[in-house]
């Protein structure tokens, strides 16, 4: 596991820019560039991260980054891999940079099509579980129960797990990721870099202006998240289903914090009840008894989804 | 050697995107798109072409990974239809403001609701707004060529945009027609090496399409119009090049038939054309002065051609293969307003025809042009749009 | 600006945007609550600085971080982190 110290001092994602104080998302997109340099070609959509490079005639990214339509971010990742292919130059990572809105719902056809076709690229979904760029409307990724603008009394319906949709592509590496623990982010696009075929990174980002908590919290939100067991920090290797740190030492339900704790700090959960909560912990809780059997129980692991 | 050959006008874009040296094809397919891909996959699987072949799971994803493509500096080209083009919207939209110099063949079929397989122009036309150069053509040679010419066209710097090649379904993609095709040398003689007016480097990192304020917006839409302006001026250049190096021109902006001393010009597109010669060399051995005029560059709008072509004549009478619903045919429109401001100018109207792939015979043309010259002869346009051979 | 003065024959055919620090302008003026830390107290674990949204914290060759108030938000992040306390929050003076 890298170390702080260890992370260049360079920057690629630059200051001054757009994003909100507190922005989950920008501290992660600085990691990233810790993690993969500057031999690095951005595709973004429509996203917060749109807004965060700032307006023409400046930006904010120090490495070339093509904003792309919407639904499109697999599809001109696709496009950028097979051009590098032909100019001989695959040495260059693409990367796929991308909101919630924008891979689990209107970009998840282009995501799956790159995916099946093992489009060597890596693909990140910084899930801060809601539409943050239009102003926080629901999306697939809102969790039940939240307060969105388009869902002022509570989402009805569960979080779409979009790792084990990609997971299901066969796909070589499949990781969970949090803002809160920037190393293990590091430490998986480090190793996504090395891998041939499509890697896919879902990245839990918390969004102060979302959430509706303090902006100095970000960083103790998404903790909170992963030591709750509301967000698993996992890898999928080839099939191989693997718990990463702090989240490993979670199967034992009595090591995870209550989920009750997770909402009591954020304004969007302010609308459930208990039976809302309770639901919500049996949830997570038979979330966790599928990790802890995917995790062990037998003398081999068994792959979540057969190899490709 | 040059080869001659006889094949479909699909399969001829196959070989116009091999001969150009395509790097990039990302395409899905469509009725009756399929068989240009189905040729290209065959040349990339042989490796007589040497590409990657993205076998994209939408036209959207289509033509967003041509862009991608095309911005980290490749020769991109992909083809399709119908909805497949209507689906490929806002992509079209975001390939001409990104000023991108992708080729895509659009092989002409009529939108639904309902499915209707067969050729007409509402396809390519309804995306007239797009800032794509869109050229029309009337048989399966001038596709080739007119591909080849599209890329020397797009890559222009002083054009930078990105071209459809508009064929109509079945009429030629599915039709065998004897094809001059030339050497690839020749071909690499005329075409230089892919140009584009901005990359994707690591070298020179940009972001391209962030947001735009009002403050700087309208002059990106300037420059798109006035790189159309300098397209028109071009277009007969390239063409002209291209006659001089391969032995045939495509046909420049607009193609006339017997125009010289014609009274009444008959004023259509693509392979309606070929039926127009027909009706008018019946009309002239009847004595009537008609000629045939083929706008085979739609976009940009060949207005200063169209005012010359009609300077002499007392009646043109256009034939749209597509109707603006609420309004009239496209060409029709877009020849009054060019004719317009112009003193004497002459009588305009409207024909539509051959929707959905309704047949537009020499005849029909024929009926078309003698209602014509009776509205001449009147001195004044009984109707400005009519509908032909429609059932009551 | 320089940008907007230049003639449209020298602008770029197409928006391309130049990767430029502050281009936002001087972020720093968004703060309400400006982070100020106790050297006394700072350990060096450089936590606050792979934590900060903006870069707007600085880590020197020997690990000291500095805060460059041009473009700090006040976020607070920082501060909520540090796990000696040495940063804390004071008020914008108007």
Redesign the interface.
């Given at each position: 596991m890298v170390t702080v110290k260890e992370l260049s001092k360079e920057e690629y994602l630059l200051k001054g820019h757009a994003a909100c104080a507190g922005c989950g998302p920008a501290v992660s997109l600085r990691s990233l560039f810790k993690a993969l340099g500057n031999r690095v070609i951005m595709v973004v959509p429509a996203c917060c991260t749109t807004v965060i490079q700032g307006p023409y005639p400046y930006t904010s990214s120090a490495v070339p980054l093509q904003n792309v339509l919407f639904e499109s971010t697999g599809a001109a990742a696709s496009g950028i891999v097979a051009a590098l292919k032909q100019k001989k130059a695959e040495d260059i990572t693409v990367v796929g940079w991308a909101g919630d809105g924008g891979t689990v719902d209107i970009g998840i056809q282009a995501l799956s099509g790159a995916a099946e076709r093992g489009t060597n690229f890596i693909y990140i979904c910084y899930d801060n579980e809601a539409y943050g760029n239009t102003g926080m409307q629901r999306s697939g990724a809102t969790p039940y129960g939240a307060w969105t603008t388009t869902t002022p009394t509570g989402k009805r319906e569960r979080k779409k797990d979009m790792p084990l949709i990609m997971a299901a592509h066969r796909i070589p590496y499949v990781a969970t990721a949090c803002t809160s623990y920037p190393l293990d982010f590091v430490n998986k696009l480090r190793k996504a870099k090395d891998i041939k075929g499509t890697k896919y990174i879902h990245l839990l980002a918390p969004c102060p202006t979302g959430w509706r908590y303090d902006t100095s919290k970000t960083i103790e939100m998404g903790r909170l998240a992963v030591l709750s067991g509301m967000w698993a920090l996992y890898e999928i290797e080839n099939g191989k289903f693997k718990l990463n740190s702090p989240s490993d030492r979670l199967i034992d339900k009595a090591k995870r914090k209550p989920v009750k704790e997770y909402f009591a700090q954020q304004g969007r959960f302010r609308g459930l009840s208990e039976a809302d909560i309770e639901r919500i912990q049996k949830w997570v809780d038979e979330d966790w008894e599928q990790y802890g059997k995917l995790t062990s129980g037998s003398a081999v692991e068994p792959p979540l989804y057969g190899k490709a | 050697m040059p080869q001659m050959t006889i094949d479909t006008a699909n399969h001829i874009a196959g070989y116009a995107a091999k001969a150009a040296r395509v790097?990039?094809v990302?395409a899905y397919p469509i009725t009756p798109q399929t068989t240009v891909v189905e040729k290209i996959a065959d040349f990339v699987e042989s490796g007589e072409m040497?590409?990657?072949y993205?076998?994209?799971?939408?036209e959207?994803?289509?033509m967003?990974?041509?862009?991608?493509?095309?911005?980290?500096?490749?020769r991109?080209f992909t083809a399709t239809s119908s909805h497949g083009l209507a689906l490929m919207h806002?992509?079209l939209h975001?390939a001409s403001?990104?000023?991108l110099p992708i080729v895509m063949a659009v092989v002409n079929r009529a939108m639904g609701a309902p499915w209707s397989i067969w050729p007409d122009f509402s396809d390519s036309l309804s995306q007239r707004d797009t800032g794509w150069i869109q050229f029309y053509c009337a048989d399966n040679q001038e596709v080739f060529d007119t591909i080849i010419q599209a890329y020397k066209l797009c890559e222009n710097e002083r054009v930078?945009l990105p071209a459809m090649v508009c064929l109509e379904g079945f009429i030629l993609s599915h039709t065998y027609a004897p094809v001059n095709l030339p050497d690839q040398d020749k071909v690499d003689q005329f075409l230089p090496d892919y140009k584009c007016?901005?990359t994707?480097?690591?070298n020179?990192?940009?972001?391209?399409?962030?947001?735009?304020?009002p403050?700087?917006y309208m002059?990106?839409r300037?420059?798109i119009q006035e790189a159309m302006e300098n397209a028109k001026q071009l277009i007969p250049q390239i063409d002209k090049e291209y006659g001089k190096h391969f032995g045939r021109e495509a046909g420049g902006l607009v193609e006339k038939y017997k125009c010289e001393d014609a009274d009444l010009i008959m004023l259509t597109m693509g392979t309606m054309a070929s039926d127009a010669k027909i009706a008018v060399d019946k009309l002239r051995k009847e004595g009537q002065k008609v000629g045939m005029g083929r706008v085979r560059v739609y976009r940009p709008y060949p207005t200063e051609e169209i005012v010359k072509l009609a300077q002499s004549v007392q009646m043109v009478s256009t034939i749209d293969r597509h109707i603006s619903f609420g309004m009239e045919g496209f060409l029709a429109s877009e020849t009054k307003a060019a004719l317009f401001n112009q003193k004497d100018r002459p009588l305009v109207a409207g024909f539509i025809a051959g929707l959905g792939g309704r047949d537009v015979t020499a005849e029909t043309i024929e009926k078309m042009a003698q209602k014509s010259l009776k509205s001449m002869r009147a001195g004044k346009v009984e109707k400005e749009t009519e509908w032909v051979d429609l059932r009551e | 600006m320089s940008e907007a003065k230049k003639s449209r024959k020298e602008w770029p055919l197409t928006p391309l945007s130049t990767p430029t620090v502050g281009s936002m302008g001087k972020t720093g003026s968004w703060r309400t609550f400006r982070p100020e830390i106790n050297y006394g107290k700072c350990t060096r674990c450089t936590l606050c600085w792979i934590y900060c949204p903006d870069a707007a914290i600085t880590r020197e060759d020997d690990d000291s971080v500095k805060i460059d108030y041009d473009y700090c938000k006040g976020c607070g992040i920082c501060a909520n982190e540090c796990p000696t306390k040495a940063i804390s929050m004071k008020r914008e003076e108007e």
């Open positions: - | 790097k990039v990302a040497n590409a990657e993205i076998r994209v799971e939408s959207h994803s289509a967003a990974a041509c862009m991608s493509a095309a911005a980290t500096g490749v991109t806002e992509a975001w403001g990104s000023r930078f007016g901005w994707l480097d690591i020179r990192p940009y972001s391209h399409g962030n947001l735009v304020s403050e700087w002059e990106f300037y420059m | -």
